[in-house]
C-alpha cells in the first residue's frame, strides 16, 4: 500500500513544482511592469528631465572633444 501513496505524493510533487513556476513567472511579470511605470514616471519628472539633458550635454561635449586629431601628440627632434 506504500507504494500507491508513493505515487500520489510524486504528482503532486510535479504539480506544486509547475505551480511554483506559474507563480515565479507571474511575479517576475509584475516587477517588470512596476519598473516599466516608475522609469516612465522618472522620465517625465523634473529630475528625470534633467538627468536627461545631463547626459545629452555629456555626449555632445564628448564627440565635439576629439574632432579626429589624436589624443597623444609626438614630436619628433
Known amino acids: ?8 505524493d510524486g504528482g503532486n510533487k510535479e504539480e ?3 505551480q511554483e513556476r506559474l507563480a515565479s513567472a507571474e511575479a ?6 512596476a519598473a516599466q ?6 522620465e517625465q519628472s523634473a529630475a528625470g528631465r534633467a538627468a536627461r539633458a545631463q547626459m545629452q550635454a555629456a555626449a555632445k561635449q564628448s564627440a565635439n572633444s576629439n574632432k579626429g586629431e ?8
Open 1 to 8: 500500500m506504500g507504494c500507491c501513496f508513493s505515487c500520489f
Open 16 to 18: 506544486r513544482k509547475e
Open 28 to 33: 517576475r511579470a509584475r516587477a517588470a511592469e
Open 37 to 42: 511605470k516608475r522609469q516612465e514616471q522618472f
Open 70 to 77: 589624436p589624443v597623444l601628440k609626438w614630436q619628433m627632434s
